[in-house]
């Protein structure tokens, strides 16, 4: 069974919300690609339409849009996805995931595009830590 952690980020009031997914919603999502739009109800926001940004694996490398499957690879990168370099023109070959999502994805980040009925806000309360 394939579990992720879903980053949810509202254009409408620019905040962010993170849900975990498992089940037969997260099989569901595996094989999407980044820039797929998908529907809501599979991270607990029925009505809503969220486009997949971006994510990250289980040891921690960013998915990029340009690398198409789900493999990871060592690309040869300048300032981009995956590699922030603090030197004009500096490259480094850094690995880095596919586009596409699999199992040992960690982390999927989405933004919302199409709202529903209800906000964004009331449908993923976040849990408020006591201490």
């Known amino acids: 069974m394939a579990e992720f952690r879903a980053v949810i980020s ?11 997914v498992s ?13 797929d739009v998908v529907d809501g109800i599979f991270v607990g926001l029925p009505g ?7 994510g990250s694996d289980k040891d921690g490398f960013p998915m990029r849009r340009d690398l198409p499957g789900p493999r990871r690879k060592k690309l040869l990168l300048s300032k981009s996805i995956g590699f922030n370099s603090k030197k004009n023109g500096l ?3 850094k690995n880095v995931r596919g586009n596409t999502i699999a199992p040992d994805t960690l ?12 906000p964004a806000s009331e449908l993923l ?5 006591k201490q």
Do not use: V, W
């Not at 089940?23 to 820039?35: D, E, F, P, V, Y």
């Not at 809503?48 to 971006?54: A, S």
């Not at 309360?125 to 830590?129: A, G, P, S």
């Open 10 to 20: 509202d254009p409408k009031d620019g905040k962010s919300y993170q849900t975990p």
């Open 23 to 35: 089940g037969h919603h997260a099989n569901s999502l595996i094989g999407k690609k980044i820039g």
């Open 48 to 54: 809503f339409k969220l486009e997949i940004t971006g």
């Open 91 to 93: 490259r480094r070959r």
């Open 107 to 118: 982390q999927i980040n989405m933004k919302i595009t199409q709202h529903g009925m209800k």
């Open 125 to 129: 309360k976040k849990e408020e830590k």
